[in-house]
């Protein structure tokens, strides 16, 4: 079984048609005051939010920063990030993709009972979510078990056999679906697809590359089913 070092980040995106998020009521003053109070965040204002599951947007959003939500029902939750766009609210926490329910019904209720102020007139129900979530997890295969023997071969006559008997050869995962017949459009931070569409599997930074078992893991996936995944992940290669 994978072991759970950190759940470094989660994030969701709710979706939303054209026209369906009120920015223009969303960027009131008390309708920003009365959201920056009710999660204390540090930092709060109009700005272009950075890419998360798309492009970035070309349209002046919401972006408020470093909150926490405390309530007498659960544990602190710790936000990181909340944006507003014209067709998406994303919300990323410092631990599990579950704690972001927390966090998306306090919001609508503090928007429902704001004077003149409208749930379902300023953010209804989303039309879809998304998820992503990046993970610090130890796992009982070692990194080169995820490519294929040869390329590690062809990678050791490249570099010359001298060089190879004393270096590690140290892979890593990087990939995204995309349907067949597009043209791919890339996905780093800043590309079309938005890096919260990434998948990423590698050994985590600043960890011994022997034996090489302690990895980062960034996926679009909630953290229960990132989890999941990488335990089959795992017994399949282990099994191989």
């Given at each position: 079984m994978a072991e759970v070092?950190?759940?470094?980040?989660?994030?969701?995106?709710?979706?939303?048609?054209?026209d369906r998020i009120r920015l223009?009521?969303?960027?009131?003053?008390?309708?920003?005051?009365?959201?920056?109070?009710?999660?204390?965040f540090r930092g709060s204002g109009l700005g272009l939010p950075p890419a998360?599951?798309?492009?970035?947007?070309?349209?002046?959003?919401?972006?408020?920063?470093?909150?926490?939500?405390?309530?007498?029902?659960?544990?602190?939750?710790?936000?990181?990030?909340?944006?507003?766009?014209?067709?998406?609210?994303?919300?990323?926490v410092g631990g599990p993709s579950s704690?972001?329910?927390?966090?998306?019904?306090?919001?609508?209720?503090?928007?429902?009972?704001?004077?003149?102020?409208?749930?379902a007139s300023v953010l209804p129900e989303p039309q879809a979510e998304r998820d992503f979530s990046e993970l610090n997890i130890r796992l009982r295969i070692p990194i080169q078990s995820l490519v294929?023997?040869?390329?590690?071969?062809?990678?050791r006559e490249a570099v010359g056999e001298a060089a190879a008997r004393q270096d590690v050869f140290v892979p890593a995962i990087h990939a995204v679906f995309v349907k067949e017949a597009a043209s791919y459009l890339g996905d780093f931070p800043g590309g079309q697809i938005g890096p919260q569409n990434v998948w990423?599997?590698?050994?985590?930074?600043?960890?011994m590359v022997s034996p090489g078992q302690e990895f980062y893991s960034a996926a679009p996936l909630a953290s229960d089913a990132h989890v999941a995944f990488l335990n089959k992940l795992e017994s399949a290669i282990a099994s191989s």
């Open positions: 070092n950190a759940i470094i980040a989660a994030w969701r995106g709710y979706e939303y048609p054209p223009q009521t969303l960027m009131l003053p008390a309708v920003m005051a009365a959201i920056r109070d009710t999660f204390q998360t599951f798309g492009p970035p947007p070309q349209e002046v959003g919401l972006v408020f920063q470093l909150g926490v939500l405390s309530e007498d029902s659960g544990p602190d939750i710790s936000i990181r990030d909340l944006y507003f766009e014209p067709r998406r609210v994303a919300i990323c704690a972001i329910d927390r966090v998306w019904s306090k919001l609508r209720q503090v928007l429902a009972q704001l004077p003149g102020v409208g749930k294929a023997p040869q390329l590690v071969e062809a990678s990423t599997l590698s050994l985590r930074a600043g960890t």
